[in-house]
C-alpha cells in the first residue's frame, strides 16, 4: 500500500508536466502563426483567410481520419462540438481583422484575457466554485486590460475592440474544448472544429472573395500548419492537467510576441502594454496557483 500511495503522485506530476510542455509548444506555434498572418496584411479579407486556413486544415488532417474515431461521437457531443465551431467561427474572423491591425504585442496582451474568461466561465459551466479568488483576478486583469488600451489617453481603434470580442468569444471555445476532452481524442476535437469552421466561413468568404497570390496561398498554407498543429497541443495539454495548470503558461507568448514584432515587424515595445500584460499574467497565475495548492 505505500508503495501504491507514493507512486501516485509521481504519475500526477508526470501529468502535468506533459501538459504544462504541450502548452508551451502551443504558444511557440500560435506565435509563429500570428507572425505569418501578420506578414499578409490586408491583402484579403478576413473571413478569406480564416476560409483558405481551414481548409488547408483538413487537408492536413485527411491522412488522420481512419484515427478519427467518429463512431465515439455521441448526439449531445455533437451538438455541442457544432457550437464550439460556430462560436470558433466568429472568433476566428475577429482575430484575422484585427491581427493585421495592431501591433502583435497587443494582440497576444489581450489574448490572455482568455484565461479570465476561462476561469469565470469555468465557475459556471463546468460547475467549478466561484470564489473570491476568481472575483478579484476578474477586477485586476480589467485594470490590466484598461492600460493595454488606455481609452481616451491614445486611440482605441476597431481592431482593438474586435480583439476583445475574440477574447472572449475563444474563451467560450475552450471552455468546450475542455469538456470534449473528457470524452473523445484531442485529435477528433481538432477535425471537427476544422470543418464546422470551414462550412461557417465558406459563405463569407465567398461573398468577399478576392484571388490569393501564390505567396498569400503559401502563408496561408504555413498559418494551417502552425494552427493545426497548435490546436492539437492545446488539446493534448488539456487532456494531461487541469485547466488551472494549463492556462498560465500561454503568457509566455507575451515574450514570443514582443520578440517576433521587434525583429521583423519593426513594432515598438510599448512599456504599458507589457505592464498591462504581466498585470494580467500575475493574477490569473495567483489565482491558478492557490487553486491548484488547494487541490493537492
Not at 37 to 46: D, R
Request: hydrophobic share 60%; charged share 10%.
Amino acid at each position: 500500500r505505500p508503495e501504491n500511495v507514493s507512486s501516485t503522485p509521481n504519475k500526477n506530476q508526470f501529468k502535468m508536466l506533459n501538459g504544462i510542455f504541450f502548452m508551451v509548444m502551443t504558444g511557440l506555434l500560435f506565435c509563429a502563426m500570428t507572425a505569418s498572418v501578420k506578414s499578409l496584411g490586408t491583402s484579403l479579407p478576413a473571413s478569406q483567410s480564416g476560409f483558405i486556413r481551414y481548409i488547408f486544415g483538413l487537408f492536413l488532417l485527411v491522412p488522420f481520419c481512419r484515427q478519427l474515431g467518429l463512431s465515439e461521437i455521441r448526439k449531445g457531443l455533437l451538438r455541442l462540438m457544432i457550437l464550439r465551431g460556430s462560436l470558433h467561427a466568429i472568433a476566428v474572423v475577429a482575430w484575422f481583422y484585427s491581427m493585421v491591425r495592431i501591433p502583435m504585442t497587443e494582440v497576444t496582451a489581450l489574448y490572455y484575457l482568455v484565461p479570465v474568461f476561462v476561469f469565470i466561465g469555468a465557475s459556471f459551466y463546468l460547475r467549478e466554485r466561484i470564489n473570491v479568488g476568481r472575483i478579484i483576478c476578474l477586477v485586476v486583469a480589467l485594470i490590466g486590460t484598461f492600460l493595454i488600451i488606455r481609452p481616451g489617453l491614445r486611440e482605441v481603434g476597431l481592431g482593438h475592440l474586435t480583439m476583445l470580442l475574440a477574447t472572449v468569444v475563444f474563451g467560450m471555445s475552450f471552455l468546450l474544448a475542455k469538456k470534449a476532452t473528457d470524452e473523445v481524442k484531442p485529435l477528433l476535437i481538432v477535425f471537427m472544429l476544422t470543418l464546422i469552421v470551414s462550412l461557417w466561413l465558406a459563405p463569407l468568404a465567398f461573398l468577399q472573395w478576392e484571388t490569393p497570390s501564390f505567396r498569400e496561398l503559401s502563408v496561408l498554407m504555413l498559418v494551417a500548419f502552425f494552427a493545426t498543429c497548435a490546436h492539437l497541443t492545446m488539446s493534448m495539454a488539456f487532456k494531461a492537467a487541469p485547466v488551472t495548470v494549463t492556462q498560465p503558461i500561454v503568457f509566455l507568448d507575451l515574450v514570443w510576441a514582443a520578440i517576433v514584432g521587434l525583429v521583423f515587424f519593426s513594432e515598438a515595445i510599448d512599456i504599458w502594454v507589457i505592464i498591462g500584460g504581466l498585470i494580467i499574467v500575475a493574477a490569473v497565475s495567483l489565482v491558478s496557483w492557490v487553486e491548484l495548492m488547494k487541490k493537492n
